[in-house]
């Protein structure tokens, strides 16, 4: 049986941000009846406030605020260097493992798990930085024919790195002998029709 609680629970946001680790929910939330331990389910059931970032044991998570983690490679304290432009709450760098010649990631500078997760803000800051990338991209290289932007919002999409972040591949003519499809090469098979 599930906590009650478990649909409203601001815990849950955090593990789907990637900031914190699932083990609380097993533990807990999903346990049978280990629920009744959480404090968290003690002091709403008794209508007593507790912050957000109060987790099951009652210790008080600072780190769940910080709008970063860590170990995420794609944070920006730990890719300070390699940020190209930024544009209010998002940033760009360009791709470790680019596709073609340009390929950029445009990311929220806050900590999130997913384009889903993503703030309308951060969204409409990341659509406006995509725009300036593209046309930076286009001005210095004329071999630009058309871009491909992509989002992978989860492992069984591809996604590698828990932080959000939108790709921007440039494309050139004869990158590829058929590119009629695009996106839908992403699976085997389904990119002609």
């Known amino acids: 049986m599930t906590c009650k609680w478990y649909n409203v629970c601001p815990l849950r946001r955090f593990e789907r941000e990637g900031t914190l680790d699932d083990s609380w929910e097993q533990n807990y939330c999903k346990s049978s009846y280990n629920w009744r331990n959480c404090k968290r389910y ?11 970032n109060m987790l099951p044991n009652g210790k008080i998570d600072k780190s769940l605020y910080s709008g970063e983690k860590k170990d995420c490679p794609f944070c920006s304290k730990n890719i300070k260097s390699k940020i190209i432009e930024r544009y209010g709450t998002v940033m760009a760098i360009e791709d470790n493992h680019p596709v073609t010649d340009g390929h950029t990631l445009v990311m929220p500078i806050r900590h999130v798990a997913d384009f889903f997760l993503m703030t309308a803000e951060e969204k409409r800051d990341a659509d406006k930085l995509i725009r300036v990338i593209r046309d930076r991209i286009k001005k210095s290289d004329s071999t630009v024919t058309g871009f491909n932007i992509g989002v992978n919002c989860g492992k069984n999409a591809g ?17 590829t002998p058929n590119p009629k499809g695009g996106v839908r090469g992403v699976i085997p098979g389904k990119m002609g029709y």
């Open 159 to 175: 996604q590698s790195v828990m932080h959000a972040h939108i790709h921007i591949i440039p494309r050139r003519d004869g990158d």
């Open 42 to 52: 003690q002091l709403e059931e008794e209508g007593i406030y507790h912050p957000d």
